[in-house]
């Protein structure tokens, strides 16, 4: 999509990364690491000050302690932390089980390691799951079940009775929770965001990713990280060192300030997008669009039976190519087409000057 947006000059509100500057300092911080020449090969799981920064802010932040030697492993993006955790303990014919919709690198992310994806529908409006349908998603054969929260499409935030529902699923069937955290500051309405691996019997059976992209507005520095105890850590450690070595040096050491911003940022960004979130919501509402309000991460879905079109993909290529505006079909995020064929999502991580041209643009639909 964003290259079809390139191409006919429209406006980008498919794929989810800031067209506003990152903060100042951070910039700052990396250029200053690159004319300070760390410019090498950082040790291939994470420089120390960075690894030990990471720790001292999930102690901050969720009282949870983690061993920078032991415990952390630092990669290239959230992307890359997700894969190599998932290489390093699926093996062929385990399973796993999915939320859908669901990020799209998921999916084939469990095919590459020759594993069996096991799909559990979020209902709309409220992306909520049937507990009875979840639980008959686990088997024998389930090694883990991925979780994204704040939620990439659907903005869900996981409940902590949710969140606990689940954690005794793994626990009575010895599996393990793969969590995604990369919006865990994108937080709307009240809503508080949980890590699961700090629930009751979840410490050394969760493997927690993360990174710095969408929390401080750097989504091509591709740095991340991951959690997880000593044994596990070790089997991550060894496949992410063959699949990319290491992130790149000097804007690891740039992180170190990153993760030592204080509360303010974090409340300041929340708000800030809060803000985005009812702009983007006013507008698609009024150019005709069902909006399913989300209350985390910076995305919309939306139902376009209204409008009449086949289909998602007809429908975005029509905005895109008529419209000037660009969006994701809805059926990138299910495991059949079929059955999100009239759901597309819109991103809102843009200036206001961009959602404002973006609101006169799609009004035409009407």
Known sequence: MTRL?????AINLAQGFPDFPAPAALKAAAAEAIDADINQYAITWGAKPFRDAIAAKYQRTYGMEFDPEREITVCCGATEGMIASLL?????????????PFYEN????????GATTRYVRLQAPDWSFDPDELRAAFTGRTKA????SPNNPTGKVFSRGELEYIAGLCQEFDCLAITDEIYEHIL????EHIPIM???GMRDRCILVNSMSKTYSVTGWRVGWVLASPDLTDSIRKVHDFLTVGAAAPLQQAGVLALSMPEDYYRHLSTEYAARRDHILTSLQNAGF????????????????????????SFVRHLITHLGVAAVPGSSFFSHVSVASQYVRFCFCKKYETLEAARHQLIRLK
């Open 106 to 113: 998921y999916g084939p992310d469990t095919q590459l390691c």
């Open 188 to 191: 709307y309405d009240g809503t």
């Open 290 to 313: 069902r909006c399913f309000t989300p209350h985390g991460a910076y995305y919309v879905m939306t139902d376009i039976s209204a409008f009449g079109f086949a289909n998602d993909t």
């Open 145 to 148: 079940i991925i979780l994204n």
């Open 5 to 9: 947006a390139v191409r006919h000059g």
């Open 198 to 200: 700090s629930l009751p």
């Open 88 to 100: 390093a303990v699926l093996d062929p014919g385990d399973e796993v089980v999915l939320f859908e």
